[in-house]
């Protein structure tokens, strides 16, 4: 599975939208549901499933689901 | 393949999969309210830090204990604030339970550097006494409400290092010192209780408990896990203010008491004792289980051997359980979900209150799938592990220990005689007057308002009503005048039975209305409801009643009680479609004593 893949299972679980279909344009604004609990929700999950610590700096920043698909490859890259 | 709801579920069956329950807080909670809990209650959350995090496993937590919260969240960071000014939301919300969500991000009055005893004090005070304040203000307009306040975590930062734990100018020392007067406060308060977010956070590691990011990024004092974990332990709380605990712990014993089987092994040869480390896990567990049953917890044992290995087993000579421990030993080879019925059957409990714990997951798996209402934790096969789990699950949280509670076991052990000494009589008359009963039935007195409490919140089957109510909204009913309110205990030739009836009924002029009247079913065909029928009649008749009213409310449970106004000599007035029916007795002027085996003082 890509990160991309990966991250909208995890969107699936938190926003309970078993059909959802995310890009790399999809974010807080255009999917529904996604709110200030469920964003807390979404970082922490995709922190679990690919092991990684987001620093501070870099999630405030965040636009859109493709920025969150490049931090994580870089993170878990990384990590070697 | 679509998981059933009851996969889903599983997370939440303790052990708690906190991990999952993070990713699908959305679908759980949607199934949870589905199954419709029937009792409600009003929660205020007072925040120090976000809340939303707590809020919404807390509801999980809940509606997994068949419990449906309303809740109002205090402005962010507000919680002292929102309390102790003007607030028309917080006012009519009215809570039930207010629960100020506080850590030691929240701390102020830090002492300082080069701080010596006196200036450590009056820190200390100085903390204590704001929010003291909010304690106050809330039980001066929420009477009625019971208030859940954090003890503080240790800081996350140590700048003086060891020194903060030993000085008077450390905030580990200051912590301490502030946790200290938290529980005295607690201790001498009986509508504030501690939640031990100090135990919490150490249980959880500094690692799991705090992460700078969320309490930078989103204010949160503690990680989305943590606040969680929060949520269950209060929910275990809340639980417990409601009756919602378990009462009665079943045993397998085959690997489960002790390690190998005594049917094929032989006592001798069984791991328990101090001789090896497998033997001492065993030993501990089961003193472990000693003390469950010393705090009021029923044992049972429940295990597929002949009843004589079963007993040789329990009489090993390094064993601190004993035959005599359990109320009821069911060691035979019918499966085990049945044995497990004839047990709650034999004790008058509901499946509800039963705990299973067997090594073998198999067993497990079939009581789960038979009978639901029973928790089974998956407890694992290392008896090691046995007690975190069976303790992490909260299943037995208690908000105090009444004198009952130290003594219940022993209640079920009286019955035993009573009921071979019943089979010896001719009439069931001549029995009851053989056992001597005496019985103290009177209002409410605040040495009792623990118990009163409990039993209210615990009794399902002997009850007409169901209503539920905290220790506060009891305190209120005692002291207001509009309320006749009483309790009743009975002692008999064979013991003391203890507090075990309750009655409470609200006059509006010269009619009472019963709000509750509920009774232990321990002492069930004693003329215990008449002996009640008979001081309530006395006491409304002295104050002006003339007539009573009285309401039952089916539920899966009371069917016993159905017919209990009739019985004592009210009349039908209306029955709705739902089955609850509404009774009235005309209080006659010469009314007719209904008991006749009890000496009664009042």
Same mark, same amino acid.
């Given at each position: 599975?890509?990160?991309?893949?990966?991250?909208?299972?995890?969107?699936?679980?938190?926003?309970?939208?078993?059909?959802?279909?995310?890009?790399?344009?999809?974010?807080?604004?255009?999917?529904?549901? /996604?709110?200030?609990?469920?964003?807390?929700?979404?970082? /922490?999950?995709?922190?679990?499933?690919?092991?990684?610590?987001?620093?501070?700096?870099?999630?405030?920043?965040?636009?859109?689901?493709?920025?969150?698909?490049?931090?994580?490859?870089?993170?878990?890259?990384?990590?070697? | 393949?679509?998981?059933?709801?009851?996969?889903?579920?599983?997370?939440?069956?303790? +052990?708690?999969? $906190?991990?999952?329950?993070? =990713?699908?807080? =959305?679908?759980?909670?949607?199934?949870?309210?589905?199954?419709?809990?029937?009792?409600?209650?009003?929660?205020?959350?007072?925040?120090?830090?976000?809340?939303?995090?707590?809020?919404?496993?807390?509801?999980?937590?809940?509606?997994?204990?068949?419990?449906?919260?309303?809740?109002?969240?205090?402005?962010? *960071?507000?919680?002292?604030?929102?309390?102790?000014?003007?607030?028309?939301?917080?006012?009519?919300?009215?809570?039930? $339970? #207010?629960?100020?969500?506080?850590?030691?991000?929240?701390?102020? #009055?830090?002492? !300082?550097?080069?701080?010596?005893?006196?200036?450590?004090?009056?820190?200390?005070?100085?903390?204590?006494?704001?929010?003291?304040?909010?304690?106050?203000?809330?039980?001066?307009?929420? +009477?009625?409400?019971?208030?859940?306040?954090?003890?503080?975590?240790?800081?996350?930062?140590?700048?003086?290092?060891?020194?903060?734990?030993? !000085?008077?100018?450390?905030?580990?020392?200051?912590?301490?010192?502030?946790?200290?007067?938290?529980? =005295?406060?607690?201790?001498?308060?009986?509508?504030?209780?501690?939640?031990?977010?100090?135990?919490?956070?150490?249980?959880?590691?500094?690692?799991?408990?705090?992460?700078?990011?969320?309490?930078?990024?989103?204010?949160?004092?503690?990680?989305?896990?943590?606040?969680?974990? $929060? %949520?269950?332990?209060?929910?275990?709380?809340? *639980? #417990?203010?409601? %009756?919602?605990?378990?009462?009665?712990?079943?045993?397998?014993?085959?690997?489960?008491?002790?390690?190998?089987?005594?049917?094929?092994?032989?006592?001798?040869?069984?791991?328990?004792?101090?001789?090896?480390?497998?033997?001492?896990?065993?030993?501990?567990?089961?003193?472990?289980?000693?003390?469950?049953?010393?705090?009021?917890?029923?044992?049972?044992?429940?295990?597929?051997?002949?009843?004589?290995?079963?007993?040789?087993?329990?009489?090993?000579?390094? *064993?601190?359980?004993?035959?005599?421990?359990?109320?009821?030993?069911?060691?035979?080879?019918?499966?085990?979900?049945?044995?497990?019925?004839?047990?709650?059957?034999?004790?008058?409990? %509901?499946?509800?209150?039963?705990?299973?714990?067997?090594?073998?997951?198999?067993?497990?798996?079939?009581?789960?799938?038979?009978?639901?209402?029973?928790?089974?934790?998956?407890?694992?096969?290392?008896?090691?592990?046995?007690?975190?789990?069976?303790?992490?699950?909260?299943?037995?949280?208690?908000?105090?220990?009444?004198?009952?509670?130290?003594?219940?076991? =022993?209640?079920?052990?009286?019955?035993?005689?009573?009921?071979?000494?019943?089979?010896?009589?001719?009439?069931?008359?001549?029995?009851?007057? !053989?056992?001597?009963?005496?019985?103290?039935?009177?209002?409410?007195?605040?040495?009792?308002?623990?118990?009163?409490?409990?039993?209210?919140?615990?009794?399902?089957?002997?009850?007409?009503?169901?209503?539920?109510?905290?220790?506060?909204?009891?305190?209120?009913?005692?002291?207001?005048?509009?309320?006749?309110?009483?309790?009743?205990?009975?002692?008999?030739?064979?013991?003391?039975?203890?507090?075990?009836?309750?009655?409470?009924?609200?006059?509006?002029?010269?009619?009472?209305?019963?709000?509750?009247?509920?009774?232990?079913?321990?002492?069930?065909?004693?003329?215990?409801?008449?002996?009640?029928?008979?001081?309530?009649?006395?006491?409304?008749?002295?104050?002006?009643?003339?007539?009573?009213?009285?309401?039952?409310?089916?539920?899966?449970?009371?069917?016993?009680?159905?017919?209990?106004?009739?019985?004592?000599?009210?009349?039908?007035?209306?029955?709705?479609?739902?089955?609850?029916?509404?009774?009235?007795?005309?209080?006659?002027?010469?009314?007719?004593?209904?008991?006749?085996?009890?000496?009664? !003082?009042?």
């Amino acid at each position: 599975m890509t990160t991309l893949e990966r991250i909208q299972a995890i969107l699936r679980d938190v926003l309970n939208e078993p059909g959802l279909e995310i890009t790399r344009d999809s974010s807080a604004q255009t999917v529904r549901g /996604w709110d200030s609990l469920a964003h807390v929700d979404i970082l /922490w999950n995709v922190e679990q499933e690919f092991k990684v610590r987001f620093p501070l700096g870099e999630i405030q920043n965040l636009k859109n689901v493709g920025e969150l698909v490049d931090l994580v490859d870089r993170k878990v890259a990384a990590k070697g | 393949m679509l998981a059933t709801t009851s996969e889903i579920l599983r997370c939440l069956e303790p +052990p708690v999969d $906190i991990t999952t329950m993070l =990713r699908k807080r =959305r679908v759980l909670k949607e199934l949870l309210s589905e199954q419709n809990p029937q009792l409600t209650c009003r929660v205020a959350i007072l925040g120090g830090s976000t809340t939303a995090e707590v809020r919404s496993a807390l509801e999980i937590f809940l509606l997994r204990r068949s419990i449906r919260p309303e809740f109002y969240e205090s402005e962010y *960071g507000r919680f002292s604030e929102d309390v102790l000014f003007e607030n028309p939301e917080l006012d009519k919300f009215e809570p039930q $339970i #207010a629960y100020i969500h506080t850590t030691s991000r929240n701390l102020r #009055a830090f002492p !300082s550097l080069g701080a010596g005893a006196d200036e450590a004090a009056a820190a200390t005070s100085e903390e204590l006494s704001r929010f003291r304040a909010v304690w106050e203000k809330l039980h001066e307009k929420f +009477p009625r409400c019971t208030v859940i306040q954090n003890n503080f975590d240790l800081p996350a930062l140590r700048p003086l290092g060891n020194l903060e734990a030993g !000085s008077h100018a450390g905030r580990v020392m200051f912590v301490n010192r502030l946790n200290f007067e938290f529980a =005295r406060a607690a201790a001498g308060n009986p509508s504030l209780y501690i939640q031990d977010i100090q135990s919490l956070s150490a249980e959880l590691g500094a690692e799991k408990w705090f992460d700078p990011t969320y309490w930078f990024g989103y204010k949160l004092a503690a990680t989305p896990y943590a606040c969680a974990a $929060i %949520g269950l332990n209060l929910a275990n709380m809340i *639980g #417990a203010l409601y %009756g919602r605990t378990r009462k009665c712990l079943v045993l397998d014993l085959d690997n489960t008491l002790w390690g190998g089987v005594v049917g094929d092994d032989g006592v001798a040869n069984l791991k328990l004792g101090r001789e090896t480390a497998a033997a001492e896990s065993y030993l501990a567990f089961q003193q472990y289980v000693k003390d469950l049953k010393q705090r009021g917890i029923l044992l049972a044992v429940c295990s597929k051997n002949e009843e004589s290995s079963a007993l040789e087993g329990l009489n090993h000579p390094d *064993g601190v359980l004993r035959p005599e421990d359990f109320s009821v030993i069911r060691a035979n080879w019918e499966p085990k979900h049945e044995n497990i019925a004839a047990i709650a059957k034999a004790l008058n409990i %509901g499946l509800d209150s039963l705990v299973f714990v067997d090594d073998n997951p198999v067993e497990r798996d079939i009581v789960r799938r038979n009978l639901p209402q029973v928790l089974v934790p998956e407890i694992g096969s290392d008896p090691a592990q046995f007690t975190t789990i069976l303790e992490r699950s909260g299943c037995f949280e208690v908000l105090s220990i009444s004198s009952d509670d130290l003594q219940r076991a =022993r209640y079920y052990q009286d019955n035993k005689a009573r009921e071979d000494l019943e089979a010896a009589f001719g009439s069931y008359d001549e029995f009851l007057d !053989s056992l001597q009963m005496e019985a103290e039935i009177r209002p409410f007195s605040p040495v009792y308002l623990d118990r009163i409490t409990q039993l209210t919140n615990k009794t399902n089957q002997f009850n007409c009503t169901t209503r539920r109510y905290t220790q506060a909204e009891i305190e209120q009913i005692a002291i207001e005048p509009r309320y006749i309110h009483l309790y009743g205990r009975l002692k008999d030739r064979f013991g003391d039975n203890g507090l075990i009836s309750v009655v409470v009924g609200e006059i509006e002029g010269d009619t009472l209305r019963i709000l509750l009247w509920l009774m232990s079913c321990r002492v069930l065909k004693r003329g215990m409801e008449e002996a009640m029928m008979d001081t309530l009649e006395r006491q409304a008749r002295n104050r002006g009643v003339r007539l009573v009213i009285g309401e039952y409310f089916p539920t899966a449970k009371n069917a016993m009680v159905a017919q209990l106004y009739g019985q004592l000599g009210f009349g039908k007035v209306s029955e709705d479609s739902a089955g609850n029916t509404v009774w009235q007795y005309r209080i006659p002027a010469e009314p007719t004593p209904r008991n006749r085996a009890i000496r009664i !003082s009042e």
